[in-house]
């Protein structure tokens, strides 16, 4: 093996979100521009899943890496399994987009000096014990793995690296760049997915639609608490996450977001003394079918969910996230959108297993060219203690961002709360 043959181990292949991962290095393989297209179009890929495709499938959407994949189906929670893949396969690196337990992930990478990647912390005991932890299994999640989290000193793991987590913590820290004479009292993460089919006929009532895990979208909006943070201490509202709506207003766009927990916010406001929040706006349909049923949440756990997939039906609509600083007379803000017409268009997937990929491809190039001391890092630590192209290397696939200033703020967040009618 060269300098240059590198072989990647894919951890939840079959899923959106690794679909998105594929169709980026799909693209890097012959695109000469691209950082790491050199690695890419030399690479072996190893893709792993429980529930594993047919080598078809990648074959018909990736057509450059289709002879550089190599097919494995076993369950992650069998570690031995998955560390003598590890070893066998001489894997130098680990991008990890499933549901497997991240510290279980991380410990194995670290054992054997491979480095790591992924969009989100997965805990496998919280998942299985979800009673215990009702109401609050996102901030457990990060405890857990804080308790471990400076163990990993023989692996260069960096953690949460999705749009969010992931880009709006770089978002977040370009826009404190811009005004580094004033101190904000808010950052909020903001997001208005409005996906969904261009013929609305094609919906089913009684069938909840996101465009990601819909599995992991309840767990956050109807099996959590609203999350703020204030002096870098997370608080809790009790009440239904959809029962409370918050203004946002970016420039000419406005919605209004229901307030949820997201590692992000918790991992900028332990580093910034600022109030935090995450504010989430989904479809039409889904934000009423949820909304209809605030006396009875739990029942929606018994309905049907689907992902929305442009292969399946035509999508239209966009995913916006984006960061909004708050000060006392004013508010910034930056945001990133995509069109679902757009992103089909190229990369057959929808917009926002898109944005999560590109924060993906920007941390692995910082891993495969940048020289990063060992240890675990949030993206936030990974730009402010390394010295990395995180940066440029993200806007190689998503390249437009929009900045702005309102002249005016609409305060914190209880003061952005919509009164209820």
């Not at 005991?125 to 457990?140: P, R, S």
């Not at 991992?267 to 605030?294: A, M, P, S």
């Amino acid at each position: 093996m060269t300098d240059t043959q590198k072989v990647i181990t894919l951890l939840g292949s079959a899923g959106g979100a690794a679909k998105s991962v594929l169709a980026i290095l799909n693209q890097s393989a012959v695109d000469t521009e691209d950082a790491i297209h050199h690695l890419i179009k030399d690479s072996t890929l190893h893709l792993i899943d429980i529930e594993q495709k047919e080598k078809a499938y990648y074959q018909h959407l990736f057509p450059h890496l289709q002879n550089q994949l190599i097919l494995h189906q076993f369950d992650l929670a069998d570690t031995k399994h998955f560390s003598k893949h590890l070893t066998q396969s001489h894997t130098n690196i680990v991008i990890d987009v499933s549901w497997a337990d991240t510290i279980e992930m991380v410990r194995c990478c670290n054992q054997l000096g491979i480095l790591y990647v992924n969009s989100a912390l997965e805990n496998a005991y919280i998942d299985e014990n979800e009673k215990l932890y009702a109401g609050f299994t996102l901030i457990e999640r990060i405890y857990a793995f804080e308790k471990q989290k400076d163990t990993f000193t023989n692996t260069t793991a960096i953690i949460g690296s999705g749009m969010n987590p992931g880009v709006v913590q770089w978002m977040a820290l370009e826009l404190l760049k811009e005004s580094s004479t004033e101190k904000p009292i808010g950052m909020y993460i903001v997001e208005h997915d409005s996906s969904f089919f261009k013929d609305k006929n094609k919906a089913e009532k009684d069938v909840l639609y996101t465009t990601w895990s819909p599995v992991c979208f309840l767990d956050e909006a109807i099996d959590s608490y609203p999350m703020l943070m204030q002096h870098a201490t997370p608080l809790f509202l009790y009440e239904e996450v959809y029962s409370l709506r918050f203004k946002v207003q970016l420039g000419d766009k406005q919605f209004e977001g229901c307030l949820m927990p997201h590692e992000e916010v918790y991992t900028l406001c332990q580093l910034y003394d600022v109030e935090g929040g995450f504010l989430y706006r989904v479809n039409d349909h889904t934000t009423t079918l949820i909304t209809t049923h605030l006396d009875e949440v739990d029942e929606l756990w018994n309905y049907d969910m689907k992902v929305l997939n442009p292969l399946e039906e035509e999508m239209i609509g966009e995913d916006l996230v984006g960061v909004l600083l708050v000060y006392p007379d004013k508010e910034c803000y930056m945001y990133n959108v995509m069109t679902n017409q757009s992103v089909f268009s190229q990369y057959k997937t929808n917009a926002t297993y898109f944005q999560v990929a590109c924060g993906i491809y920007a941390s692995l190039c910082v891993l495969l060219l940048d020289s990063i001391p060992n240890g675990a890092y949030y993206v936030d630590e990974l730009l402010l203690h390394t010295q990395n192209q995180y940066g440029q290397y993200l806007k190689h696939y998503m390249k437009d961002f929009v900045t702005g200033t309102n002249d005016h703020t609409d305060g914190l967040l209880l003061q952005r709360l919509i009164k209820k009618e």
